[in-house]
């Protein structure tokens, strides 16, 4: 069964510094992966996409991520943190070889603070 | 392109009763899918319909159960509600005919608070 591990559910850094969340997958096919940001009482919004193109995705708001197979990794990171970058941010793989194929499963969350 | 829009954004209902959600997906989108979040459970996913057939459905009790319209909107019915069933409940669109690799656009979710 495929599934999706965020490392850490709350990471803090301070204004300008390096965002880096972490996520691993495990799945036994080609995974379709994403990257999702939730602002308090807000639906999700997608930051990026992973789908085999690149394994350098870009988002938007400066975030990317760089999925490596051998690592079963999928970070996100910004080089430079923004107060407005404060929400949780979740992970996801499309789950194509479950009873639900089609349909996201997700991360636990990341709780991203940002210091002045 | 409007974005998903859900009905109500916050409800508040008593142990027992029943309540109905509604979705509208993006225009020509023909999936919509429904997740429910919980600060113990996450984001976990409820069901999904295309073209007004339910196609893949999660690991919930038959309480709860959805529909979709012609026009793709979609509603969800949750039945002799429980103090467990409080939760953000999500709806997701997207113009996947088949097989999970196109994006879901969320909607702003709607606030269930059972009492």
């Known amino acids: 069964a495929q599934s999706v591990t965020q490392l850490g559910s709350h990471v803090s850094v301070s204004e300008g510094a390096l965002v880096l969340l972490r996520c691993n997958y495990s799945?036994?096919?080609?995974?379709?992966l994403f990257w999702y940001v939730q602002y308090p009482n807000q639906g999700l919004q997608l930051l990026l996409k992973?789908?085999?193109?690149?394994?350098l995705v870009k988002g938007i708001n400066g975030f990317e991520a760089e999925f490596k197979k051998s690592e079963t990794s999928f970070h996100l990171t910004k080089p430079s943190a923004h107060m407005s970058d404060a929400a949780e941010y979740f992970c996801?793989?499309?789950?194509?070889?479950?009873?639900?194929?089609?349909?996201?499963?997700f991360g636990k969350g990341t709780k991203l603070s940002v210091k002045p | 392109k409007a974005g998903v829009t859900q009905t109500p954004r916050y409800l508040i209902k008593t142990r027992g009763q029943q309540v109905t959600l509604s979705c509208s997906p993006i225009?020509?989108?023909?999936?919509v899918s429904w997740y429910q979040q919980t600060p113990g459970q996450g984001l976990q996913f409820l069901f999904e319909y295309f073209s007004e057939t339910q196609r893949n459905k999660g690991n919930f009790p038959g309480r709860f159960s959805g529909r979709q319209f012609s026009n793709s909107r979609s509603e969800m019915n949750v039945s002799t509600l429980e103090l467990g069933d409080s939760a953000l409940y999500l709806c997701a669109s997207s113009s996947e005919t088949s097989g999970g690799t196109d994006t879901q656009y969320f909607g702003p979710g709607t606030r269930l608070t059972v009492l």
């Open positions: 799945s036994s096919v080609p995974p379709y």
């Open positions: 992973y789908t085999s193109a690149a394994t």
């Open positions: 225009s020509g989108h023909r999936s």
């Open positions: 996801a793989v499309s789950d194509l070889v479950g009873g639900s194929q089609g349909n996201l499963i």
